[in-house]
Every structure is written in structure tokens, then in C-alpha cells.
């Protein structure tokens, strides 16, 4: 079993925005590899001295909806709050919504509000450092929050800023995004919440029952008014 101080854990709620912050992790001098937490019991070796690995897994308070093939990259809370008191421990954070419409045009068949339960449980957790991938920000002042953002976020980690890191806040681009069309997202930005509800009702209910929850959460880390908190179900 490698070092525990060598290690980076990243845990996130399935859609919202994970391989964005670990690809911009990986281009850091320090970071030396990347693993999933079902082969951390295979490592053997450390990271080199002065450098760290990084652990990904995914959070589920219930397993019920998510596809058989990712069951085992999905750890129950007893789990991950272990885990959190060993690891430095970074979560990406999205508008929730986003990430419902996101797994629903990747997997329609199945039910996603084990999406909405994975975020009422980060709502409550302390001592990781939450990384919002898509607060919208001031036009004018974008680039330079998104810089100092990315900054904060290896400050958290006691990492250097680099060269690369301009320039990611510069691009933000999404990563692992699904290429086809997706009708709810342009109802998301054209407010047609009755749409989205209809395609997914049952996650939508349960979105806007945990709004008391969530929404503090979100104000906390800077979202704002979010155009759905008014939609009433």
C-alpha cells in the first residue's frame, strides 16, 4: 500500500465535472499517476519522493440506477468519510440539474436520483476543498477568477501554480462530454423546466424536496440564483 501522504484523493457525485479537475491535476509536475480506487490495493509503489498520486472513486448513498458497470467505482459514505480523514480530499462540484441532464442522455433507461442523493450528502461534508467547474462569472473578469480558482485549489494542496494553469483557466474546456444532441440542455437555457420535468420527473421531484439542503451548499461556494430554484414542482 502506497504512502497516505502521497496521495490525492478526488471524490465526486457521477457528472459533474471529475475529469476536468483530474486532467488539470496531471499536468502538475508533482502529480506522478493516477488511479481508481478499486486498483489502490494493487499499488505497491509510492509515488517519487516530493511528488503524489492521485485516487479517484465515485459517491453513492443508494446503488439503485447506476449502470452494473460502474457498481464497483461507487463507494458508500462509511467509506468515503474514511477516507476523507486520511487524503487530502478535492470534490468537483456542477449545477446538480446539469448533471441529471447529463446522465440522462448517456443512460435514458435509468433512474438518476442517486445523482440528487450524492449531493445532499456533500452538502454536509467539512475539511475537503469543493471545486466549482461552472459558476458563471463576470465576462470581464473570467479568465482571472477561473485562474485564481484553479490556484486556490492547488494552494489547498500545497501545490506550486505552473505555466499550464493560465492557460487551462483560459480554455475551460469540458472534458468527456456525450457529442450528441441533447434537446435538455437547450431547455435548460431556455427555462423550460416543464420539459426537463417531464423526461425526468422523478429526479426533478426529488431535485427541488432537497432544494433546502443544496441550495445553501451552492450560495456557499458562489452559484447564486440558479433559474430552476423557482420552478415549483
Not at 485516487?55 to 443508494?62: C, E, F, P, T, V
Not at 505552473?162 to 474546456?173: F, L, P, Q, R, T
Request: charged letters at 25%; a neutral charge.
Amino acid at each position: 500500500m502506497i504512502d497516505a501522504k502521497k496521495i490525492i484523493y478526488i471524490a465526486s457525485v457521477q457528472h459533474t465535472g471529475v475529469w476536468f479537475v483530474i486532467n488539470f491535476l496531471k499536468q502538475h509536475s508533482k502529480i506522478e499517476k493516477f488511479i481508481e480506487y478499486t486498483n489502490l490495493i494493487n499499488e505497491k509503489e509510492d509515488a517519487e519522493d516530493g511528488k503524489f498520486t492521485l485516487l479517484q472513486s465515485h459517491i453513492a448513498i443508494d446503488t439503485h440506477g447506476i449502470h452494473k458497470n460502474d457498481k464497483i467505482k461507487h463507494l458508500k459514505p462509511v467509506i468515503i468519510n474514511s477516507l476523507i480523514k486520511t487524503y487530502k480530499t478535492i470534490i468537483p462540484v456542477r449545477d446538480p440539474l446539469m448533471s441529471l441532464i447529463t446522465r440522462h442522455n448517456r443512460h435514458p433507461e435509468l433512474n438518476h436520483e442517486y445523482i440528487v442523493m450524492g449531493f445532499t450528502y456533500i452538502a454536509g461534508l467539512e475539511n475537503v476543498s469543493f471545486f466549482p467547474v461552472d459558476i458563471k462569472y463576470n465576462q470581464e473578469n473570467e479568465d482571472t477568477d477561473r485562474f485564481n480558482l484553479l490556484n486556490a485549489l492547488l494552494a489547498y494542496l500545497g501545490l506550486p501554480t505552473e505555466n499550464y494553469v493560465k492557460k487551462y483557466a483560459e480554455d475551460w474546456e469540458p472534458v468527456n462530454t456525450t457529442e450528441d444532441y441533447n434537446y435538455l440542455k437547450d431547455s435548460y437555457k431556455d427555462k423550460n423546466w416543464y420539459a426537463i420535468m417531464k423526461k425526468i420527473p422523478l429526479e426533478f421531484k426529488a431535485l427541488s424536496n432537497s432544494k433546502p439542503i443544496i441550495k445553501p451548499f451552492l450560495d456557499k461556494l458562489g452559484y447564486g440564483e440558479l433559474a430552476w430554484y423557482d420552478y415549483k414542482y
